[in-house]
């Protein structure tokens, strides 16, 4: 028994800042546009969304979808090529089962999203890191690891990148797919944070590339409407389609999601999605400048790039200062962070941390900074030892 019910995945106590907790907070959750869009949805009789889905999941929500995808993602998308899935997370772990055989390499960024990792991990896959640089994954060099590794797949976050903010410029996206196309290595492009540029629009997605065979793009609603709803799509081409919708898993169960997606049509035949990014956006944008700013004051040692877009702030402690050993002395400070060796394939980054900025509004970021700041400092005068303590 317990004596208390959880709720949610993350419940961080109320003096305590989690600067680890990549998700959005509370008051981003938008509960009347779900309402809104619910009572549309359910107020006549219609029952499809009751049933088991559509393999490929339903086709008014896709059209709906592609429509949305057509003016955010800088690229013609039709409702054909998007299949549904119940998020980024799971739509990966398909594409894992059905696109990698057991054994397989696997090839993502150093650093990536540390629980993408874990999915890939889960598979038993052989995960190999490949360097970036200040915009992503570097092409230098790529073509030599892909022909050493033939990995089935190339894991990305090119845009707005989690932990560190990075973009992939236009070119080395080209790049990077006709190298992946000619070593045979499948590319997944996990997109979500794609809408959520906070100095200009992304760069077109890897959707504009999935024509050509080779190439599928992850997007999901976690980020930019509410991560409860478990819903998201694989944006591919015909073959790559057909073979997610032929799968056992869709063939016992159906469809993915399909009364999340059936609420989901309605927030975007409504147009309601749209002007929820512009808040968050907005939202975003005055959060990134106060963090900044605390960063620097609390901080002044530290490496960061101010992040344009996504949820992070990518930070190098000074000194080779190990991540690690600073978090037991936050956490007892009352904040919390993401370690950078937690999103490396080989135990490396350890002098780097994430931070979020979805998840508080600007006084708690700024008060978890200020602990943050606090952590730091002490853990130095230790290093520096009893003399320079009595100081
Ligand atoms: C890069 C990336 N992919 C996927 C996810 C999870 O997405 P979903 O909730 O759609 O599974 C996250 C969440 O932090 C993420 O940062």
């Given at each position: 028994m317990t004596d208390r019910i959880q709720t949610a995945?993350?419940?961080?106590?109320?003096?305590?800042?989690?600067?680890?907790?990549?998700?959005?907070?509370?008051?981003?959750?938008?509960?009347?546009?779900?309402?809104?869009?619910?009572?549309?949805?359910?107020?006549?009789?219609a029952t499809g969304y009751l049933q088991y889905g559509a393999e490929q999941g339903d086709?008014?929500?896709?059209?709906?979808?592609?429509?949305?995808?057509?003016?955010?993602?800088?690229?013609?998308?039709?409702p054909d090529a998007l299949f549904v899935t119940a998020g980024a997370s799971q739509g990966l772990d398909l594409v894992s089962t059905l696109f990698a055989p057991p054994g397989s390499t696997i090839c993502v960024e150093e650093p990536s999203y540390f629980l993408a990792l874990r999915v890939l991990a889960d598979h038993g896959f052989r995960i190999v890191g490949l360097p970036t640089d200040a915009q992503g994954l570097l092409v230098d060099g790529l073509e030599q690891r892909l022909a050493a590794l033939r990995p089935a797949l190339l894991?990305?976050?090119?845009?707005?990148?989690?932990?560190?903010?990075?973009?992939?410029?236009?070119?080395?996206?080209?790049?990077?797919?006709?190298?992946a196309r000619r070593y045979g290595t499948l590319v997944v492009a996990d997109e979500v944070y794609h809408c959520l540029g906070y100095d200009g629009a992304a760069p077109a997605s890897f959707g504009r590339h999935v024509d050509g065979g080779g190439v599928l793009s992850l997007g999901s609603f976690s980020k930019i409407l509410a991560p409860g709803l478990r819903l998201g799509w694989i944006?591919?081409?015909?073959?790559?389609?057909?073979?997610?919708?032929?799968?056992?898993?869709?063939?016992?169960?159906?469809?993915?999601?399909?009364?999340?997606?059936?609420?989901?049509?309605?927030?975007?035949?409504?147009?309601l999605l749209r002007p929820h990014i512009d808040h968050l956006r907005a939202t975003f944008r005055?959060?990134?400048?106060?963090?900044?700013?605390?960063?620097?004051?609390?901080?002044?040692?530290?490496?960061?790039?101010?992040?344009?877009?996504?949820?992070?702030?990518?930070?190098?402690?000074?000194?080779?200062?190990?991540?690690?050993?600073?978090?037991?002395?936050?956490?007892?400070?009352?904040?919390?962070?993401?370690?950078?060796?937690?999103?490396?394939?080989?135990?490396?980054?350890?002098?780097?941390?994430?931070?979020?900025?979805?998840?508080?509004?600007?006084e708690a970021l700024v008060e978890g900074v200020r602990r943050l700041g606090q952590a730091v400092a002490r853990v130095r005068q230790a290093d520096r030892g009893p003399a320079a303590q009595c100081m």
């Open positions: 995945q993350v419940e961080v106590p109320a003096d305590f800042i989690d600067l680890g907790v990549g998700q959005p907070g509370q008051s981003l959750l938008p509960l009347d546009l779900i309402r809104r869009a619910a009572t549309h949805r359910l107020g006549g009789d086709g008014y929500f896709r059209a709906a979808l592609a429509s949305f995808l057509t003016a955010s993602h800088g690229t013609e998308v039709g894991y990305l976050i090119p845009t707005f990148q989690n932990p560190t903010g990075a973009t992939l410029p236009p070119d080395r996206r080209d790049r990077v797919v006709d190298l944006h591919s081409d015909p073959p790559t389609v057909r073979r997610l919708v032929g799968c056992g898993l869709l063939d016992s169960g159906g469809g993915l999601n399909p009364f999340a997606s059936a609420v989901v049509r309605s927030v975007l035949e409504l147009d005055a959060r990134i400048a106060a963090m900044a700013e605390a960063l620097r004051r609390h901080l002044p040692d530290a490496d960061f790039e101010r992040p344009a877009g996504g949820y992070f702030f990518w930070v190098r402690l000074p000194n080779g200062l190990d991540a690690e050993r600073v978090l037991p002395v936050a956490e007892a400070l009352g904040v919390g962070f993401r370690p950078g060796i937690r999103f490396s394939s080989s135990g490396g980054l350890r002098d780097r941390l994430r931070l979020s900025f979805a998840f508080y509004d600007t």
